[in-house]
């Protein structure tokens, strides 16, 4: 008899993590992800187009395994050791960043998301990317300059109910997840590049941003 795609396990509104721990669907690490399945299915719609340039095939395809890799560690309720492959991931993305960024034009302004439908539709992906990214950067609580979210305890200290000692609590940062972090964070950058350079290739110019003047923004595109 074949697998039902269906199991009811999930009706009481919980699904597992790795380990078998049961925890709500609105846990934020659920919601963690969910965001990553989100970006992994735009990268999906981006490489259904009719026409991705050959060039962007590989590096797609290549993140939406890297993503993949991603649930996996964040879906694992016991920390692991520093993920030597998204060190090894992110440091493939900025080679690819570096090499499509030579063959642009040099930015010098805010740019609109668009273009052709390839440019389009990455520029949408680095977007749910970048929501991936803030998601898990919440779950984790990494902050940059170790800044204190609203109604956390300031200069280190411990609020009610945390682990002290410095101690991780349960979902708090470990280093595989914080190295993901990283990766998207790197990722929405090569998305940005990648997008403009499908346009460039397209021969789409791109509409510039100016701050609105005398109560109507000024259109320009190059």
């Not at 609580?141 to 349960?170: E, H, N, R, T």
């Not at 790197?186 to 005398?214: H, K, M, T, Y």
Request: aromatic residues 6%.
């Amino acid at each position: 008899m074949t697998a039902r795609i269906y199991t009811r396990a999930g009706d009481g509104g919980e699904t597992g993590l790795i380990g078998g721990k049961r925890v709500s669907k609105a846990d934020r690490r659920i919601a963690g992800l969910g965001m990553l399945d989100e970006t992994n299915a735009a990268l999906g719609f981006v490489l259904s187009l009719s026409s991705p340039l050959d060039r962007l095939r590989a590096p797609l395809a290549g993140a939406q395994r890297d993503l993949f890799e991603a649930g996996a560690i964040v879906a694992d309720d016991s920390p692991k050791e520093a993920s030597e492959h998204f060190a090894r991931a992110t440091e493939r993305l900025e080679r690819s960043i570096d090499r499509f960024e030579a063959e642009l034009t040099p930015l010098t302004n805010f740019i609109l998301p668009g273009g052709s439908h390839l440019g389009a539709g990455l520029h949408w992906a680095r977007t749910v990317c970048r929501r991936a990214e803030r998601s898990l950067v919440e779950l984790e609580g990494v902050l940059p300059d170790g800044a204190a979210p609203d109604g956390a305890a300031p200069d280190g200290a411990a609020p009610d109910g945390a682990a002290p000692d410095g101690a991780a609590p349960d979902g708090a940062s470990h280093p595989a997840q914080r190295s993901v972090v990283v990766y998207l964070n790197r990722l929405s950058d090569a998305l940005f590049v990648w997008a403009r350079w499908a346009n460039q290739s397209a021969g789409e110019s791109e509409s510039i941003w100016r701050p609105a003047v005398g109560g109507e923004e000024e259109k320009e595109t190059r």
